[in-house]
C-alpha cells in the first residue's frame, strides 16, 4: 500500500492529519515533524484498522485551532 499523509485544514484553523499506509507506529515517526511543526496535538485516535494484525496503522491527529 502507497504510504501517504494527508493534511486538513478547518476554516477555524485546527487541522486533521491522517496517515494512510503505514504499519506499526510508523505512522507516529511519520507524522511527528507535522505535529512538532504545526502546533499541539489535543487528540490522538488509531483507526479500527490498525488494531487488525498486518493491516497499515492509521493514525488521526487534531492540532490546533480553537478548543471544542
Do not use: W, Y
Not at 510508523?26 to 490498525?50: D, F, H, I, N
Request: charge should be positive; proline fraction near 4%; hydrophobic fraction near 35%.
Amino acid at each position: 500500500m502507497k504510504q501517504e499523509i494527508h493534511v486538513d485544514i478547518s476554516p477555524d484553523g485546527s487541522l486533521h492529519i491522517e496517515a494512510h499506509g503505514f504499519t506499526g507506529t510508523s505512522c507516529r515517526a511519520a507524522t511527528a515533524p507535522l505535529e512538532q511543526a504545526l502546533g499541539v496535538v489535543r487528540s490522538r485516535r488509531l483507526k479500527t484498522e490498525s488494531r487488525r494484525a498486518n493491516v497499515a496503522t492509521q493514525l488521526r491527529n487534531r492540532l490546533g485551532g480553537a478548543q471544542p
